[in-house]
Structures are given as structure tokens and as C-alpha cells.
């Protein structure tokens, strides 16, 4: 447009109208098919066929009962974390802190334990835990949002800082002789007794039916409550939302003080139900992987359900290659950034259409004065 | 002992100016590129193979120097370049982008790295002579001064390009018709558009640059703090200090000099400074406990000039324009 000169342009880029649900799909799963295609070049230049290496991970995410209970534990934080963080993506309210409230969760939990070990009943000291870790995460992800209700502090990277502050306070108790082990001096937080572990369904610790318990009330309360519609009003136009009469700064301090209480029950559930005991790599990563979740699955229950599985599939999977082939289990990573980067960039030829000059051979000088088109 | 002080806390925040210089020049066209972290494993990752594969060549001292700087900053670039194709051209959301590469290059950094390692079996580890070329330089005559000597000349040279880098950043950025221009780009694209700048071509330029810097910062990591060797998880949160020590610089690159090394002073605090009856490691918490301090205080007192880019995290859509 602005380009006097008349020049032959590389790609013309066109916003589809309308795109049909089997249309979208195929590109994904084109996408999808690169991503694989890709991770395989990489493979092979590494000297691995990369289909033994793909059955090598199938194998260490679903070979043996153990290893499908091992994934589906992998699942659990990633699902409430993820839903969580749904809860304030829905109002565009970038929670990045997932990480820090997971870490905060798990700290109130085993305060609670060390604090009342057996002296009460264990279903009361269990609901004592969960709670202490919904409230503190709730409390310490509401801090970034009343800020940012009061004064637009940037929350991305507030809550960036929290995770940092919660992970340097998980250092501090390791060092703590009072959280310590008495028998050793290593700077570890000690485990948890048996008392306060989670009983366990079908070989898996009770958090999945909670994870699953989340979701469907995530979905009731996103598409059938007040609130719900408050928190998508607010996410589709803060100026719509305002002239609603919708009190803005309420219910983002209130929706993220339940975004942060569903990450801190996550990691209730890491240290009373995974891991029986706490430490830095608590979250492990979790509340960043699952912003990427959230994000792939559109805030949507059911495929927040599938991409924390697809991913806790890789990740376990990624742990049997080095045990087998001696490959550093980072490749997991690797993997997931290389998938989650196609998945996210096909969206664009979902949205737009995109026509190559050197395919058509037109002049793209010539369709130039049409408001909706995008030279490039 | 202040002098030793002084002088580790320069030597721990000269990693930091090298990245915050490069997101201050990635922030400014508008664009928040979070994967500053993956970045510094790419770039660490890259120039240390950089450094072993010129050793095995046959290089010796800067020759090696060189090629791993190379590594380090072209390896910045490509990864930048990916973000840049991500987020410009393909629109998808900054946040998310800049996390996949985090996520991604912390993979990349200890993926390769822990290969290489057990190539050589065990660890991998540069040549004495390759470390001895970014331990502390030494000028006859200056570096011998007492104090003075120690405190401005007896650094390894990458501190003096971090500096270098800081100071033209400032120039071009505040001084220069480009630098105007890229701060318009950051400012509304919309408007730079209509008056001609094209808004892709900067925020493309800007992100290349911005991680070629965070690759250094990564190599500085590698090559300097760790002397060569590979350290599993060695970038530890630099990267996301950095993304901090912007909005404490308020996105000034003369500034980010003072601020990084008032952090690289935080960071090692620890081992100089002993409170008794206080749990050393809240030392440690410190540099985020300050940026969130700081963090909301700008955002309270918004001061005219110095203040975020209106369209930071922005993708730019031409045709809503």
C-alpha cells in the first residue's frame, strides 16, 4: 500500500471469512505430522531410527500397569494447574505464577503436617492441608491482581517474580533446621509421614478424581454461572465490561484468587499424593508447561484433559529413552517445544489464507485496493 | 574484601547487562520476548560447543575465543528469529512463544550439553588455555594500581563488551534517527506504519539483535562463570532476572549497567555479607522481592518518560489498522 514502487510480493495474506471444522483439522493434523517429521530429522542426525525411539516412549508411558499409573500421575497437576490458569486467561489476565502458587500450596501442606502430625484424624488433617494450601496460594496469587486492579501493574511479570520468591522460600525451609530431618543435616525438607498421604484409588493417589471433579466444575462455572459470564465479558473487552456495570477489579482479584487456589491444590496434591515430601522441583516446571496447556487447548475442559495427558505421555516417555538409549531426558522438552510451535503457528493458515506469488503468478499489485488484504 | 566484593558483583552482573540490553532492544519495537532463559541455554550450549569443536580443529586462545563467541551469538540470533517468525509474521501470542522457547532451549542447553559430556565421557570441559583467554585480562601498568586498577581493569574482556554493547544500545536508541524510529515501532505501530517505518522490518531487526545479547549473556555463563564446563541447569533463573532488570532500568540501557550489577551484588551477597541470626538465604530473594517492588512502584507513579512501550506484547495487525 504504502510501497510506491510495483514489486512482485512473495506471499499474500488473506483473512478467511470462514474456515469449516474439517478444513481447521486437517491443518492441524498436518501440523501435527510436521512437528513429528521434524523431531525425527533431528533424530537421525543424532544417528536414532527415530519410530524405535517414538515405540521406546510408547512403551515407557503405557508398557506396564505401573508405568500408565506413573503418566497418569504425571497428568494430575497439569490438568488443575492448567485449569487454574484457564480461569485467568478467560479475562486475559496473564497468570505466569502458576510455578510459584504450586510452590506456596505445597509449602502451607506440609506446615499443616509438621504442625499437627497425628494428633488428629487423618481425614481432618487432609482437609486441613488442602485448605491451607487453597488459601495460601489463593492469597499469594491475589496479591498481583490487586495490584493490578488498583494501579494496571503489569501482572506477567509480577506473578514472574512470585515464582522466583516462592522457589528462593522453598531454599530457606530446606535450610531451616526445624524443617529439616532430625536424623541428618541435609538441606532437605523431610518427608512427610504416612499419616498425611493421600489414600489411593485404582494405584493412583486420589488427586485424578479430583483433577477430574475440577474440570467439570470449571466448565459449570465458566458456562453457567454469573461469575463465569462476568469473567468472559471482562476477557473480550474491558470497556463492554465497564459499561455492563460489571465491577472489574472484584472479579479479577476474586477469579485469580481462585486461579492461584487451584495451582496451590495442585501442589497439595504433588507433595501429600506424588511425591510425599517437599522441594524445589515440587512444581517441576509444571506451572509453566501448563500455561502452554491452557493456552493449546483453548481453555476448553475436555482438551485441557488431552494436552496435559499428550504432554505427561511425552514426559514419561522422554524419562524410558534415557534409560534405554542414553538419551538426556531434556529431549522431552525439546519435543514439546517443537510440537507446541507448530501446533500454535498452523493456527495462522487456520485464520488467514495464504497465497504464494510464485503459485499464482499474478501481480499482487493489482487486488492491492481491498481494505481486508495484507501485503507482505 | 569490599573490593572483592565489588569486583565479584560486577563479574556476576556483566551477564545480566549483556540480556537486559538485549530484551531493552527486543522491548522496545514492542515485542516481550519471555524466552530469555532458553536463549542464554542456546547461546551457552552453542558456544561451548563452539569452543570444544575449534579446540579439536586446532585453535588455540582467541581463536577459540572467537569462534565461541560467534557460536554463542549467531545461535541468539536463530532462536530470536524463530520467535521474530512466530510472533510477527505467524501472530501468535508473545507470552506463549517466548515460554515454548524458554521451555525449549533450557531442553536444547541441557540436552546437548549432557550429550557432549558424555561424548567426552563424563563432563565436558574446555582446554586451560581456552580458559585462562576469558578469566581476568591484565594491562601492565593500569591493572597494577592499587583499588583503581583492580576495579576497572583486571576484568575478562566479555565484561568490557558488556558494557560496550550497553553504552552504543543507549546511543543508537536515544540518540539516533533509527533508535527513533524503533521506539516509535514500540510506541504504536500503527502510526509508525502510516509514516512509513515498517513495523515488521524493525521488530524483526530489534528481536535478531536482542537475541544475539541473550546468547552472549548465555555463553558468559558458560564461559566465564562455569570456566567452560558444562552445568546442568547453569543459566538458573538468569534469564528471567533479566526480563526483570528491564522494567527496573525502565528500559534504559545506561541505566540496566547500574541496576545488573546492584543484582550481580544481590546475588552473591550471600557469600560476603553474614547477618548472624538471619537465614542467609533470604539473601537470595532478594533481587525479585526488589523488582516486585520496583515493578509496582513504576506502575504506580507512572513517570512520563522513561515508561513502558505502549504496545509492548502487542502483535501488530496491519489490516485493523
Same mark, same amino acid.
Given at each position: 500500500m504504502e510501497n510506491k514502487k510495483e514489486k512482485q510480493r512473495f506471499a499474500r495474506i488473506i483473512k478467511r471469512p470462514y474456515i469449516s471444522d474439517a478444513h481447521s483439522l486437517i491443518i492441524r493434523v498436518i501440523a501435527f505430522v510436521f512437528s513429528f517429521i521434524v523431531v525425527s530429522i533431528l533424530l537421525l542426525c543424532m544417528h536414532f531410527n527415530p519410530f524405535n525411539v517414538f515405540a521406546v516412549m510408547l512403551k515407557g508411558a503405557f508398557g506396564?500397569? $505401573?508405568?500408565?499409573?506413573? *503418566?497418569?500421575? #504425571? *497428568?494430575?497437576?497439569?490438568?488443575? *494447574?492448567?485449569?487454574?490458569?484457564?480461569?485467568?486467561?478467560?479475562?486475559? $489476565? /496473564?497468570?505466569?505464577?502458576?510455578?510459584?502458587?504450586?510452590?506456596?500450596? #505445597?509449602?502451607?501442606? +506440609? !506446615?499443616?503436617s509438621f504442625i499437627f502430625g497425628?494428633?488428629?484424624?487423618? /481425614?481432618?488433617?487432609?482437609?486441613?492441608?488442602?485448605?491451607?494450601?487453597?488459601?495460601? !496460594?489463593?492469597?499469594?496469587?491475589?496479591?498481583? !491482581?490487586? %495490584?493490578?486492579?488498583? %494501579?494496571?501493574?503489569?501482572? +506477567?511479570?509480577? *506473578?514472574?517474580?512470585f515464582n522466583y520468591i516462592a522457589t528462593q522460600l522453598i531454599v530457606m525451609l530446606q535450610n531451616t533446621r526445624s524443617w529439616q530431618d532430625a536424623a541428618n543435616n541435609f538441606p532437605k525438607v523431610r518427608m512427610l509421614d504416612f499419616y498425611s498421604r493421600l489414600p489411593r484409588v485404582f494405584g493412583v493417589h486420589i488427586g485424578w478424581i479430583i483433577a477430574l471433579v475440577m474440570l467439570v466444575l470449571y466448565y459449570f462455572y465458566i458456562q453457567k454461572t454469573k461469575h463465569g459470564y462476568e469473567i468472559k465479558v471482562i476477557g473480550d473487552s474491558m470497556e463492554t465490561a465497564r459499561y455492563a456495570g460489571i465491577n472489574a477489579s472484584k472479579v479479577m482479584i476474586r477469579t485469580m484468587f481462585l486461579s492461584a487456589a487451584l495451582c496451590g491444590l495442585a501442589g497439595f496434591l504433588q507433595v501429600a499424593g506424588a511425591d510425599g515430601t517437599l522441594s524445589e522441583s515440587t512444581a517441576g516446571g509444571v506451572g509453566f508447561t501448563a500455561i502452554m496447556v491452557a493456552w493449546m487447548a483453548d481453555m476448553k475442559p475436555v482438551r485441557i484433559l488431552i494436552m496435559s495427558a499428550f504432554i505427561a505421555i511425552l514426559n514419561r516417555g522422554a524419562g524410558n529413552l534415557q534409560t534405554v538409549y542414553l538419551i538426556p531426558s531434556s529431549f522431552a522438552n525439546i519435543m514439546i517445544g517443537i510440537i507446541l510451535l507448530f501446533m500454535l503457528g498452523c493456527e495462522f493458515f487456520i485464520k488467514y489464507k495464504v497465497s504464494f506469488s510464485f503459485m499464482s503468478g499474478r501481480k499482487s499489485s493489482a487486488i492491492n485496493d481491498k481494505g481486508g488484504r495484507y501485503d507482505y | 574484601m569490599i573490593i572483592n566484593f565489588l569486583i565479584a558483583a560486577v563479574l556476576a552482573g556483566a551477564p545480566l547487562v549483556l540480556a537486559t540490553v538485549g530484551e531493552i532492544i527486543t522491548e522496545k519495537s514492542g515485542n516481550i520476548n519471555l524466552g530469555v532463559e532458553g536463549t542464554m541455554y542456546i547461546g551457552a550450549v552453542a558456544s561451548l560447543a563452539g569452543a570444544v569443536a575449534a579446540e579439536k580443529l586446532g585453535l588455540s586462545g582467541f581463536g577459540v575465543a572467537a569462534v565461541s563467541f560467534i557460536a554463542g551469538a549467531l545461535s541468539g540470533m536463530i532462536t530470536s528469529a524463530l520467535f521474530g517468525f512466530m510472533t510477527i509474521s505467524l501472530r501468535v501470542n508473545q507470552n506463549v512463544v517466548g515460554l515454548i522457547i524458554t521451555i525449549m532451549g533450557t531442553g536444547i542447553g541441557n540436552f546437548f550439553g549432557e550429550l557432549m559430556g558424555q561424548g567426552a565421557g563424563g563432563y565436558i570441559s574446555v582446554t586451560d588455555e581456552t580458559k585462562a583467554v576469558f578469566s581476568g585480562i591484565h594491562i601492565p601498568g593500569l591493572s597494577s594500581v592499587p583499588v583503581i586498577g583492580e576495579l576497572l581493569f583486571s576484568y575478562n574482556g566479555m565484561v568490557y563488551f558488556s558494557l560496550a554493547a550497553a553504552l552504543a544500545a543507549f546511543f543508537i536508541i536515544k540518540k539516533t534517527k533509527i533508535g527513533l524510529k524503533l521506539t516509535a515501532v514500540g510506541e504504536n505501530p500503527y502510526a509508525a506504519d502510516a509514516a512509513g517505518v515498517s513495523v515488521t522490518k524493525y521488530r524483526y531487526i530489534a528481536s535478531v539483535i536482542g537475541g544475539a545479547l541473550c546468547g552472549l549473556a548465555g555463553m558468559y555463563m558458560c564461559m566465564v562463570t562455569n570456566s567452560g564446563v558444562w552445568v546442568h541447569g547453569c543459566i538458573s533463573g538468569y534469564g528471567w532476572l533479566a526480563v526483570a532488570l528491564v522494567?527496573?532500568?525502565?528500559?534504559?540501557?545506561?541505566?540496566?549497567?547500574?541496576?545488573?550489577?546492584?543484582?550481580?551484588?544481590l546475588m552473591i551477597m550471600r557469600l560476603y555479607i553474614a547477618i548472624p541470626g538471619l537465614n542467609p538465604f533470604i539473601y537470595d530473594m532478594c533481587p525479585y522481592i526488589v523488582t516486585s517492588i520496583v515493578i509496582i512502584i513504576t506502575s504506580i507513579r507512572k513517570t512520563g518518560k522513561d515508561h513502558i512501550p505502549e504496545s509492548l506484547g502487542e502483535n501488530y495487525y496491519r489490516e485493523e489498522r
Open positions: 506396564k500397569e $505401573f508405568l500408565i499409573r506413573e *503418566t497418569v500421575k #504425571g *497428568t494430575i497437576p497439569l490438568v488443575i *494447574t492448567a485449569t487454574g490458569l484457564s480461569l485467568a486467561f478467560r479475562m486475559k $489476565f /496473564w497468570n505466569i505464577g502458576g510455578e510459584g502458587q504450586i510452590l506456596i500450596g #505445597g509449602i502451607a501442606a +506440609t !506446615a499443616v497425628r494428633s488428629i484424624p487423618q /481425614w481432618v488433617l487432609l482437609s486441613l492441608m488442602a485448605a491451607a494450601s487453597i488459601i495460601m !496460594a489463593g492469597l499469594y496469587g491475589m496479591i498481583p !491482581a490487586v %495490584f493490578k486492579a488498583k %494501579f494496571k501493574t503489569n501482572e +506477567t511479570l509480577l *506473578t514472574l517474580m | 522494567i527496573f532500568s525502565a528500559w534504559n540501557p545506561l541505566k540496566s549497567i547500574f541496576c545488573s550489577i546492584i543484582f550481580g551484588a
